[in-house]
Antibody, heavy 116, light 109 residues
Framework: QVQLQESGPGLVKPSETLSLSCTVS????????WSWIRQADGKGLEWIGR???????SYNPSFQSRVTMSVDTSKKQFSLKLSSVTAADTAVYYC??????????WGHGALVTVSS | EIVLTQSPGTLSLSPGERATLSCRAS???????LAWYQQKPGQAPRLLMF???SRATGIPDRFSGTGSGTDFTLSISRLEPEDSAVYYC??????????FGQGTKLEIK
C-alpha cells in the first residue's frame, strides 16, 4: 500500500508563504491525482486542491488566489504553497491520493502553526 | 457549492448496538460520488465506503452504506469499542470539486 509523508516547516509567520511537500513511497505517483486537505483544530476537513501527475492543478475557489501546487515525479513528490497566511490557516495539512474521485490513501498530517 | 450536513452531531451507543449516521446534501449527488471516512483522534481519516455502498479494502461488513439523491446513510452494526471515531461524508462534483460534511462523533460506551 502506498505511503505518503508530509514535510515542511511547522511554524510560519503571518503574511508569509506556507510550503509543504508530500513524498510518495513508490512509483505510483504517475497516473494519479494528488490532493492537499487541511483540518483546523477540532474542525472538519477542507479540500485545498489537487494536481495530476502530469502537473495539471485544480484548486478550491476559496484558496484560488493564494495556492500553488506542483509535482516532481522524479522525486516522487508533490508540493503545496499557500501565500499570505494568517492565523486562520493554522491547521493540520494532509496530503492524500485520489483513487478515482475519493481519497484512498492519506499521509499522517503536518501541523502548521501561523504565528509571529 | 454542495453542502453536506451530517446528523447527529454526536451519537452515544453501547457495544453490540447499531449506529445510523446521516449525510444530507444541499443538491442531488450521484450515489457513485459519495464516500465515507473514519477518523480516530490523532490519526488521518481512513476511507470506509465509496460509491455510497462499496466498502474499501479491509473494511468489515459491519459497515454499510445506502442512499441516493440528497440523503445518504452509513450504518455500523454490532458496534465495537474500536468504532469510536468521527465519521465524515464526502462528495465529488460542483465547485469546489470535493466537499466534506462536518462530521458525526460516535462514542461507544
Amino acid at each position: 500500500q502506498v505511503q505518503l509523508q508530509e514535510s515542511g516547516p511547522g511554524l510560519v509567520k503571518p503574511s508569509e508563504t506556507l510550503s509543504l511537500s508530500c513524498t510518495v513511497s513508490d512509483d505510483s505517483i504517475s497516473g494519479y491525482y494528488w490532493s492537499w486537505i487541511r483540518q483546523a483544530d477540532g474542525k472538519g476537513l477542507e479540500w485545498i486542491g489537487r494536481i495530476y501527475s502530469s502537473g495539471t492543478p485544480s484548486y478550491n475557489p476559496s484558496f484560488q488566489s493564494r495556492v500553488t501546487m506542483s509535482v516532481d515525479t522524479s522525486k516522487k513528490q508533490f508540493s503545496l504553497k499557500l501565500s499570505s497566511v494568517t492565523a486562520a490557516d493554522t491547521a493540520v495539512y494532509y496530503c492524500a491520493r485520489l483513487g478515482s474521485w475519493y481519497f484512498d490513501s492519506w499521509g499522517h498530517g503536518a501541523l502548521v502553526t501561523v504565528s509571529s | 457549492e454542495i453542502v453536506l450536513t451530517q446528523s447527529p452531531g454526536t451519537l452515544s451507543l453501547s457495544p453490540g448496538e447499531r449506529a445510523t449516521l446521516s449525510c444530507r446534501a444541499s443538491q442531488n449527488v450521484s450515489s457513485f460520488y459519495l464516500a465515507w471516512y473514519q477518523q480516530k483522534p490523532g490519526q488521518a481519516p481512513r476511507l470506509l465506503m465509496f460509491g455510497a455502498s462499496s466498502r474499501a479494502t479491509g473494511i468489515p461488513d459491519r459497515f454499510s452504506g445506502t442512499g441516493s439523491g440528497t440523503d445518504f446513510t452509513l450504518s455500523i452494526s454490532r458496534l465495537e469499542p474500536e468504532d469510536s471515531a468521527v465519521y465524515y461524508c464526502q462528495q465529488f462534483g460542483g465547485s469546489p470539486l470535493y466537499t466534506f460534511g462536518q462530521g458525526t462523533k460516535l462514542e461507544i460506551k
